[in-house]
């Protein structure tokens, strides 16, 4: 069966029919959508307790009468992981939260996780019917949420059903959300699955890269135990390439690799006092405050907590990191950002959340030198200002210096969130990987295949630089395609 006879048919159900049934379309696209439940900015810019708190079961009801149930539903469309979305929307609309949370799971190995950071406006609700009608669209991110949390609260955590064991081994390099992904599917298909990861924690960046204020761990653990109970193994302290190799994953029977090493490598732009004590990658920032517990006055190697912070990059994880030093102490934390606030790759969500915080933003300004004190610490950042000129290659107008307009601004510390580069260290370890001038690895787009026919790749080491669900739906594609290739032989 495919997937437009799958939504016919379950489109067909009686329940559903008489949903349609029982409100009209037009009174359904009348309906205001609902707003996210928030923490007190104030408040929770001082501590690291999650803002966003969920929606109740009423709210939760209420948004997915919005949803009109099109028999051709445009939302999916926006999927990277094809959820079957008018499917669980309206089971939350009949009151049957746990079944909506068992079709997340379908297709999604992190329906919590998604929900919470996905850029849902840019995806999924990006394609809702409603924006045809100058409506806003449905809430399908707080949905998501709410199904997968009102499961994980109610103690009846669901294990998706998986085949039976045909004994054929898979390593999985990293267990970001590409890793993940891709375990989840292919212990569906009942291979036994090894996610071999470089860190002492299993979750990849969204341990060490996003915060608890948006990402709790619990939340994040929650899902990995899922994952474990469908029979996948996790190996930690474990660097493939390094502490394993090719070869020994080949000794050890594994018949399929699926490399999820991610982008690891922070960028710096280069300018005078980047070497200053206080200047460091945001890379380093968040994971040693996410994962090394270094804001604690008693870790082992604390982390510096300035009072006058600068953040480079308009990113989500520049508004991560700002967010961050703002929880820290930090009585002035900044957004320098050489481009418009409309320009900002960052969501709308993270933006209005820092504003609220009390983050300012320095647009059209870019850092062209930092000035240290004679101890060799930074005190000060000299700032080009901008104006916007014509698009450049990615379709954002392109950032111009105007002449002679240099400020210098008092700092203690600056966080470079300008982009990251792929871990190298196994396309350099696997002989015979191709790899783009970027080095990021080459692969078949519709498959995720290297070129060497046993090894996948996916996520930030294909992508240089993606969001969670776009890794989640290349991991997909890849054990769709492993799975297809080994049933060949």
């Avoid at 006055?297 to 967010?323: C, E, F, H, Q, Y």
Wanted: aromatic share 4%; glycine share 10%; net charge negative.
């Amino acid at each position: 069966m495919n997937l437009k006879e799958i939504i016919a048919l379950r489109r067909a159900e009686v329940w559903r029919e008489d949903l349609r049934r029982k409100i009209r379309n037009k009174e359904r696209t009348m309906m205001a959508r609902v707003k996210m439940n928030e923490r007190d900015p104030v408040a929770r810019s001082r501590n690291h307790e999650e803002v966003n708190l969920g929606l109740t079961a009423e709210q939760a009801v209420t948004e997915a009468q919005r949803c009109i149930d099109c028999p051709d539903p445009s939302c999916m469309e926006g999927c990277p992981v094809g959820v079957h979305i008018p499917s669980f929307i309206k089971n939350i609309e009949r009151g049957a939260f746990l079944e909506a949370a068992k079709i997340l799971k379908e297709t999604n190995a992190l329906p919590a996780v998604c929900g919470r950071v996905c850029p849902q406006e840019k995806q999924c609700e990006s394609k809702c019917i409603h924006l045809k009608m100058k409506k806003e669209p449905v809430a399908i991110g707080y949905l998501e949420r709410f199904a997968a949390d009102y499961e994980r609260e109610s103690g009846n955590v669901s294990v998706p059903e998986i085949a039976s064991g045909n004994g054929i081994k898979i390593a999985i390099a990293g267990s970001g959300p590409a890793g993940l992904s891709c375990a989840g599917d292919l212990a569906k298909y009942g291979y036994e699955v090894t996610v071999f990861e470089a860190l002492h924690e299993i979750g990849g960046v969204l341990k060490y890269g996003i915060p608890e204020f948006r990402l709790p761990n619990e939340i994040v653990d929650v899902e990995i135990d899922v994952l474990r109970k469908m029979g996948v193994k996790f190996i930690t302290d474990c660097i493939v390439g390094k502490t394993v190799s090719y070869d020994y994953l080949h000794e050890e029977g594994f018949k399929g690799i699926f490399v999820a090493s991610g982008a690891g490598l922070p960028n710096f732009m280069n300018i005078p006092g980047e070497n200053l004590i206080g200047v460091m990658s945001s890379n380093e920032y968040l994971t040693r405050v996410n994962l090394m517990d270094a804001a604690n006055p008693d870790s082992d190697t604390p982390v510096l907590k300035g009072r006058n912070v600068a953040v480079i990059g308009g990113g989500n994880t520049a508004m991560d990191s700002v967010r961050t030093a703002r929880r820290l102490g930090a009585d002035r934390s900044m957004i320098v950002y050489r481009r418009s606030e409309e320009e900002m790759p960052a969501r709308i969500e993270e933006v209005k959340h820092a504003k609220e915080e009390g983050v300012e933003f320095l647009t059209l300004h870019n850092p062209i030198e930092y000035l240290g004190d004679e101890t060799g610490r930074v005190k000060q950042m000299r700032l080009q200002k901008m104006k916007l000129g014509e698009p450049d290659a990615s379709g954002r107008r392109r950032p111009v210096p105007i002449e002679g307009a240099i400020e210098t601004i008092e700092v203690d510390e600056v966080i470079v969130s300008v982009g990251v580069s792929p871990n190298p260290l196994i396309p350099r370890e696997f002989g015979g990987i191709e790899v783009s001038r970027w080095g990021t690895v080459t692969v078949n787009e519709d498959t995720m295949r290297s070129s060497l026919p046993d090894v996948y790749a996916g996520g930030d080491i294909v992508r240089g630089g993606a969001t969670v669900i776009l890794a989640m739906g290349d991991g997909r594609k890849a054990a769709a395609a492993m799975h297809e290739q080994l049933s060949k032989s």
